[in-house]
């Protein structure tokens, strides 16, 4: 039975490739992104800042863009506030924030929450790499 | 009916659309990242909860951002100092060099809604037509365009979004098509 429809489908599918073959392509490039994309759970466009949290034992940064985008355009941070547009180039320190650079323009307790909220920022698995996350669709060789 | 090849197909593709609109927002405890034996997770907004209110799409977060920003579903502030000038750019740019692809056409508006000029120019760009030796190579690994589709504006998978100018319709010039701001 089961080689039966093995057999049935061979056949459908040399139809195909004679009949149809752009369809099977489109077909077969949806299964290959719906599968792909089904790996990645991460919200598109999450950010994991790692560069000092693992070292002094606290857990890694998630930054979400989607829920910031919602509350301020990109020219706010990446402009104003001068966030180079690069995951991990930022050279962020909670000295700086506490002084209102880079986070702690708005995460003073008056804008957003304030740094005595570590964990609400700090809130990643601990070990996760610096870089965008969810993103990756296009498999492309990408440098984020 | 008979069941023909091309009905097997279809029902791929349907299928494949299915799963890929069927999927959502994963939860923040199961999303990879969060660690969730951190007790705030729970103070933590849900991506599904924000963005099933927004315009939804197939790809990157679902949400059509350019179309909940213009038809105002969301408010997002243009600056924090007073002082910060803020200028909308209403100038669209047909590129032709896209081999046998539709023409580029890229609209300032958009952008400049979401950026200030500086975030492009001339760090990215170079603000001149046909100065920018853009490529899709480049764009895939993150420069040009690639700065920011594929990483956080809408992926690169869409390539109609920006290849959009069918090259048998377009009878105009290639490069700035019009200043109204």
């Known amino acids: ?144 | 009916m008979k069941f023909k090849p091309r009905h097997l197909v279809f029902m791929i593709i349907v299928w494949s659309a299915l799963q890929a609109q069927g999927s959502g927002w994963k939860s923040l405890s199961e999303d990879g990242l969060h660690d969730p034996a951190n007790p705030a997770i729970e103070l933590l907004q849900q991506p599904a909860e924000a963005l099933s209110q927004l315009p939804p799409d197939t790809v990157g977060n679902r949400v059509l951002w350019n179309r909940a920003l213009r038809e105002q579903y969301i408010q997002p502030r243009t600056n924090i100092y007073p002082e910060t000038k803020i200028e909308i750019i209403d100038m669209d740019i047909i590129m032709e060099k896209t081999g046998e692809m539709p023409l580029v056409l890229f609209p300032h508006r958009p952008h400049t809604e979401w950026l200030d000029c500086t975030n492009c120019h001339d760090k990215i760009f170079i603000e001149k037509v046909d100065a920018n030796p853009v490529n899709m190579f480049a764009i895939l690994s993150g420069q040009y365009c690639g700065q920011c589709h594929g990483a956080v504006a809408f992926p690169l998978t869409e390539c109609n979004r920006c290849h959009s100018v069918p090259r048998s319709t377009f009878a105009g010039k290639p490069g700035v098509q019009s200043r109204t701001n």
């Open chain 1, 1 to 144: 039975m089961i080689q039966m429809i093995m057999l049935s489908t061979m056949n459908a599918l040399n139809n195909i490739i004679g009949s149809g073959r752009r369809l099977l392509l489109i077909g077969l490039a949806g299964l290959g992104a719906t599968g792909f994309s089904s790996g990645v759970s991460a919200e598109y466009a999450d950010v994991v800042l790692n560069r000092l949290s693992d070292k002094n034992d606290v857990r890694p940064v998630i930054f979400p863009h989607w829920f910031h985008r919602i509350r301020f355009r990109c020219k706010v941070c990446h402009n104003e506030l001068a966030f180079e547009m690069r995951a991990g180039a930022n050279e962020i320190t909670m000295g700086k924030i506490i002084d209102g650079q880079y986070c702690g323009l708005c995460h003073n307790n008056e804008v957003a929450w304030g740094v005595d909220n570590c964990s609400l920022c700090h809130s990643g698995k601990p070990g996760l790499k610096t870089g965008i996350r969810g993103s990756n669709q296009t498999g492309g060789p990408g440098r984020w």
